[in-house]
């Protein structure tokens, strides 16, 4: 996946700036709940990082190109955004900062120190932070698109937040994040920002099988996220549909 150089202005999105609160959501106290686990068998709950025998053979395996995909998709998610929220005659902030770490602790959110292997948006200082580590681990055994899904869903959150959305369950508020997220990516495909390259959508599908829940996780339960086949479905439906499928208002 990669930026094109042809780019169109996307159309309006109706309604896109109504607020839709519905009940304290999962992202009270500051901290959305994030991509707690490494990309693989969901039974181990933290695999450990995969070597050079798993790499793909695609050629995404430098940090150097890790590093441009991953500006590739904070820009681009910036300027989607942007547009979206000028096109209904309202100016964008994006989001303030986006925080690589290494270590267990060393960022904190509202008070709660960030863990390993993991990636989230921080309400409280509107910033998305990763753990480079795990991301780069991520970018070398699935593939690179799966980045632009990743910061895709956490610029979602900080979109959620800036539109008032909030939800009962975790679950609704992280499978509407996924279908931003999917608009967003078929969006930018469609309008020439970004360029699908061949393995991008098995590659898509493959991300959002690894961060499925596990199966006997209850939907209700904090930090639930929704199974592969919802975090799958919300994706696509996103991904085909635009903005129209992700219950925005």
Request: charged residues 20%.
């Amino acid at each position: 996946m990669g930026e094109s150089a042809g780019r169109r202005r996307p159309g309006p999105l109706a309604g896109l700036l109504v607020a839709v609160v519905v009940a304290a959501g999962c992202m009270g106290g500051g901290l959305d709940q994030g991509e707690p686990q490494q990309p693989g068998p969901r039974q181990t709950r933290q695999p450990a990082s995969p070597g050079a025998q798993t790499t793909r053979a695609d050629g995404t395996t430098s940090v150097a190109e890790f590093k441009q995909d991953f500006n590739d998709a904070v820009g681009s998610a910036e300027a989607y955004w942007t547009a979206q929220f000028q096109a209904s005659g309202k100016r964008f902030q994006p989001v303030r900062r986006v925080v690589p770490y290494t270590r267990e602790g060393e960022v904190s959110c509202g008070g709660q120190r960030l863990p390993r292997n993991n990636a989230v948006y921080c309400s409280a200082g509107d910033f998305i932070a990763y753990d480079v580590n795990w991301s780069v681990a991520a970018f070398r055994q699935i593939g690179d698109a799966f980045l632009f899904y990743l910061l895709g869903h956490e610029y979602a959150h900080g979109i959620q937040v800036r539109l008032g959305i909030r939800y009962n369950f975790t679950i609704q508020q992280e499978l509407q994040a996924d279908c931003m997220a999917g608009a967003y990516l078929g969006d930018s495909v469609r309008d020439d920002r970004l360029t699908v390259e061949e393995g991008d959508l098995d590659e898509f599908r493959e991300g959002l099988l690894a961060v499925g829940d596990d199966p006997d996780q209850p939907w209700f339960a904090e930090g639930s996220h929704g199974t592969a086949e919802q975090r799958t479905d919300s994706f696509f439906r996103g991904y085909e549909k635009s903005l129209d499928a992700c219950g925005l208002g």
